[in-house]
Nanobody
Framework: VQLQASGGGLVHAGGSLRLSCSVSPSGGSIRVGSWYRQAPGQARELVATISSDSNTDYAHSVKGRFTVSKDSADNTMYLQMNSLQPEDTAVYYC???????????????WGRGTQVTVSS
């Protein structure tokens, strides 16, 4: 299983981006999904988390601006980012605790990072 992250890019302050993170090959369920980010010279920080029953939690710095969700097939996780600010500039990583099927173990996966750059 691999996680394929996409959707990063360059945007002006106040703009929006939507990141996607898909499980490949498809199938199974997302037990926990999270987005992390890492700015140059800084530690990786947790941005948002979604549970298997779609409860969500956010870092204080993004609450009210970012929304984490997943599709009904439980195959893709999203991060909708609105009102982006220059301080949101970072490489964004997706993380999942994923279970391929009933009776199968839960395994953790990291996606490759996707760069988000917000210009002032």
């Amino acid at each position: 299983v691999q996680l394929q992250a996409s959707g990063g890019g360059l945007v002006h302050a106040g703009g929006s981006l939507r990141l996607s993170c898909s499980v490949s090959p498809s199938g199974g369920s997302i037990r926990v999904g999270s987005w992390y980010r890492q700015a140059p010279g800084q530690a990786r920080e947790l941005v948002a988390t979604i549970s298997s029953d779609s409860n969500t939690d956010y870092a204080h710095s993004v609450k009210g601006r970012f929304t984490v969700s997943k599709d009904s097939a439980d195959n893709t996780m999203y991060l909708q980012m609105n009102s982006l600010q220059p301080e949101d500039t970072a490489v964004y990583y997706c993380y999942m605790l994923h279970r391929k099927g009933l009776g199968r173990p839960t395994v953790e996966y990291w996606g490759r990072g996707t760069q988000v750059t917000v210009s002032s």
